[in-house]
């Protein structure tokens, strides 16, 4: 079999590999992307960040015309769920489309439908359904990403995962009258939010105690009660099967405080969390992987300097957003002979928890800042007091800035409400950028929007 020689080759085709593979091949190296899927853009657009903001978005306009109508400004309204996956699946395709013309207009760029393995530091074997290829690749990234951790628990298989309720012609496309949510984790939360507020009766299971556990407790305790109340959330549950009932609906078997009980649902979502998918060869090639994921530093590079790990498949940031950043670091790196020049920053990556409302938090906070001794100040903003919130009967929640307590250097916030992971990208950039409560003070931010909070969460030091 012929060994093709390349400059890069990148495991996956999602956000951790194509800003890479389109700035090598701009620079006029030869690029081969390989990916199951066949098309870029990897699990955020076909079960992710996009889909389910396509439902989140949707579900959130019927929510505000219904507080809307509660005020008298709007009629009833109804909703139809199959609209709504058809919108969704149109969005998908949409993007697909889009992603296709961008890589048929590239040079110097392909992509194999397949599944990569490593067979040396620079051998790869690419699977496809006409054979195998072989390449000889100067660079390799690995970006092969997360997948959904399915739990070792009976019955199991008659759960919904996202990824089936949110891929392209997914398998939910009536609107369940029951759901059972089993993890309080972002994915679980999210959903329990959009399903509540298009009419579903929602019963969510959290292992923990904490919601949102790993997040700070301070973000979550602010979150938690502005959550539909028709959200039925029970904590410290540990799931031990799932059954069908004698109608053919599901049966949740769990136990809580040591007594065991059931729960009765239409549809049951198993959202536990996500593992890093690794390429088999990696640690054959002796690159470390721990239980998060390759190990990488802020320059992407594993063991082996021309071989870098970027996006969730390092699970240093696993968010769609940090994979493409770390993408155009380890572009950098290689166009820097190898010898690093770029280096992500993992600790200023805004995240949004996209519940309705949304709670979003950059760079450090409270918890964070304890564990490390750091003395904070808090500047504050309550959406209370914020015009467009009021325009929109949307008043809860609030901006917290958190600074450093001798310099005012902005370390980190966190905004639980109106408009949250539109306002964390400025506050990440002010933060990222090394900004004091000086400078969010002096700058005129606009009125009457909700930035404008961020300038008088940073005032109110003064
Ligand atoms: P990230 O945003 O971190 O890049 P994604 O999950 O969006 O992660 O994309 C990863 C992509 O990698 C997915 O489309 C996945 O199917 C693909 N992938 C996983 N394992 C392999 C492999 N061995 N060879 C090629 N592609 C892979």
Known sequence: MAIQYVDLLTIGAGGGAYPAAFRLAQAGRSVIMVDPKGAMSGNCLYEGCVPSKAIRETAEIYQSQQRLAGHGLAGAISIDFTKITMHKDAVQARRYEQHAAELAAARNIKLIQGTAR??????????????????HCAQIIIASGSDIFIPPIPGVELCLTSHDLYKPDSALKTLPERLIVIGGGYIGLETATFFAALGTKVTLLQKGEQLLSGMDPGMVTLLTPLLDPAIRIRTGVDVTAVTLTPEGGRRVHYTRAEETDTLDGDVVLMAVGRRPVIPVGTTEIGIAVTRKGIDVGPSLQTVHPHIYACGDVNGRVPLFHAAVRQSMVAAHNILGGNIPLDYADFNHVPTTVFTLPA???????????????????????????????????????GIQLFFAADSL????????GIDAGQLIGQIGTAAAHGLTAYDLARFADQHPMSAEGIGKAARSLF
């Open 118 to 135: 490593l067979l040396g530091p620079h051998e790869v074997a690419v699977n496809t359904t006409e054979g195998e290829q072989r390449f």
């Open 359 to 397: 709670a979003a938090y950059v760079g450090l906070t409270p918890a964070l800042a304890e564990a490390q001794g750091i003395k904070l100040r808090t500047g504050r903003y309550d959406f209370a007091e914020d015009s467009r919130a009021q325009i929109l009967e949307r008043m809860e929640g």
């Open 409 to 416: 250097r902005l370390l980190g916030g966190w905004v639980v």
